[in-house]
């Protein structure tokens, strides 16, 4: 009997969720797809933070040599992270970002140079993203992900929340926020803001969650085999 | 619980969340369609002209996920690779 009503209740689930399906391929904005002034002024934006990301990176390694390969590994988890179309409820793809783990561990600005690797491989060799849209991408997946994640992860952690449960928030937030932010750069040059609000962060909410999990899952491991270096990255 | 038991339970929760719109929504498209937003974009503007395309577009559907799973699997290699060194026993180390 039970078991029956909680199945009527996931496909009445089911029938409102295909209700709001609008068919999307919820990723970063196209080439060619932002006018010239918002491709360029977004470029602009993102100048300061590449540089003071390259100039953090530097800074991080000299002060901890053995954090090096960890920035090895938070650039290849974004990597990773970013290829796996994964569907959601909507009915549509996206991908999940990565960029969490690097922001926790070495900060958004170094973070911004890991996502901008992310972002010019699949802009340039697989037609995802774009060049003239790389600015905005960068904006959303590079700057304000890894802002939002960081800030989240140093204030959760500050409250006395389990590195874990923190890790899990910061990242699966920065995600959302990501996506959050395209559908702004969208909305603010071609309107219906709550539409693409509908196709980018509707879609990616299990997806911000499913790398919540898979940040954790990294996060367990550090936690556990390399104390000595999250504690020189005063990340515990 | 230990690790290996704590983090495969979390990787089958991921296994299940990435499943479980598959199995709910049989209709749905899954939109590989790329370019669906580019599509909300043109029929709400419909005098936008994209003013550059890709310089190099995979050929086919097909070179698109050999390099989609070329990213992952580099991705994956150096991710194992330095998990893989930090959790080894070091040498002389004690069980």
């Known amino acids: ?236 | 619980m230990k690790l290996w038991q704590k983090n495969l339970i979390l990787v089958l929760l991921v296994v299940l969340i990435a499943a479980v719109p598959l199995w709910l929504l049989k209709d749905a498209e899954f939109g590989g369609a790329d370019g669906m937003a580019e599509e909300l974009i043109t029929e709400t503007n419909p005098d936008y002209e994209p003013w550059f395309s890709p310089i190099f577009e995979p050929a086919s559907g097909e070179v698109e996920s050999l390099l989609f799973a070329l990213q992952a699997a580099l991705g994956a290699g150096v991710v194992g690779f330095v998990l893989g060194r930090m959790t080894a026993k070091k040498p002389g180390e004690k069980q």
């Open chain 1, 1 to 236: 009997m039970m078991k029956r009503s909680v199945c009527k209740r996931i496909s009445l689930l089911a029938a409102v969720l295909a209700l709001l399906t609008i068919p999307a391929n919820a990723m970063h904005i196209a080439e060619g797809y932002l006018p010239v002034p918002w491709a360029f002024g977004w470029m602009a934006v993102c100048v300061p933070f590449v540089v003071a990301g390259f100039l953090s990176i530097k800074k991080k390694v000299a002060l901890n040599p053995r954090a090096k390969v960890l920035l090895a590994m938070c650039g290849a988890f974004a990597f990773v992270l970013s290829a796996l179309k994964i569907p959601s409820v909507t009915g549509s793809c996206s991908h999940p970002t990565g960029v969490g783990l690097g922001a926790i561990l070495f900060g958004p600005a170094a973070t911004v140079v890991l996502g901008l690797i992310v972002l010019l491989f699949q802009a340039l060799l697989l037609a995802h993203g774009g060049l003239t849209t790389l600015g905005a991408n960068v904006f959303s997946m590079a700057i304000v992900g890894p802002f939002v994640s960081y800030g989240l992860y140093v204030l959760l952690k500050k409250t006395g929340c389990k590195p874990a449960l923190a890790v899990f928030a910061a990242a699966a937030m920065g995600d959302l926020a990501t996506y959050v932010t395209t559908s702004i750069q969208l909305g603010v040059v071609y309107g219906n803001f709550l539409e693409y609000l509908s196709i980018f962060a509707l879609t990616q909410i299990p997806l911000a969650i499913a790398e919540g999990i898979l940040t954790v899952v990294v996060f367990n491991v550090l936690e556990k085999y390399a104390k000595e270096e999250l504690r020189d990255l005063s990340v515990l």
